[in-house]
């Protein structure tokens, strides 16, 4: 692992973004289809969007080890996506996106455990959310296997989305 590694699973690992690495970015969430539960009007991110975010994930790594981190497989060393924790409303929210040929293998919940494992182990963080579109019915059961409870549903960036929250185990 290397200084921007975070995160080691059996298959994958988790660590920040370099500004090199932009055009990666570009590719998931310049993608419609993955782009489509990430707010706002449900577009495609443009680049400078995809910029503005890689730079806020980077900031955040450096300052708190949190942000969206590159997910990559040990085996091959290939990108599947990114998964990680902003900061919503003053708290860590998980998230995650893979390249759709990545879906469906068990990458999402594998990346999302070792984040929920790590964050109540290595941090003082006592909880966390995570949301998604209602409609994103693949994202919502990530969260629940995680052992997430809903909280509430409300509208953000025009999407209907249900909250969860995960408290630290007493």
Not at 32 to 53: H, K, M, N, Q, V
Not at 115 to 132: C, V
Request: hydrophobic share 40%; with cysteine; proline share 3%.
């Amino acid at each position: 692992m290397s200084d921007l590694d975070l995160i080691e699973t059996e298959r994958l690992v988790l660590g920040g973004w370099r500004r090199d690495q932009l055009d990666d970015l570009v590719r998931l969430h310049g993608n419609p289809a993955i782009s489509r539960y990430l707010g706002g009007d449900g577009t495609a991110w443009s680049r400078e969007r995809c910029a503005a975010s890689l730079d806020g994930w980077i900031a955040l790594f450096e300052t708190q080890r949190l942000g969206k981190l590159r997910v990559t497989r040990k085996s091959d060393g290939v990108l599947v996506g990114r998964a990680g924790y902003g900061i919503h409303q003053g708290e860590p929210e998980i998230g995650y996106a893979l390249y759709p040929e990545h879906q469906g293998r068990g990458y999402a919940i594998e990346a999302a455990s070792a984040l929920r494992d790590w964050i109540f182990r290595d941090t003082d963080w006592a909880r966390f959310i995570g949301f998604a579109d209602t409609r994103n019915a693949p994202s919502l059961a990530i969260l629940r296997r995680l052992g997430m409870h809903e909280t509430h549903q409300e509208d953000y960036e025009g999407m209907p989305c249900l909250f969860l929250a995960l408290e630290r185990a007493a």
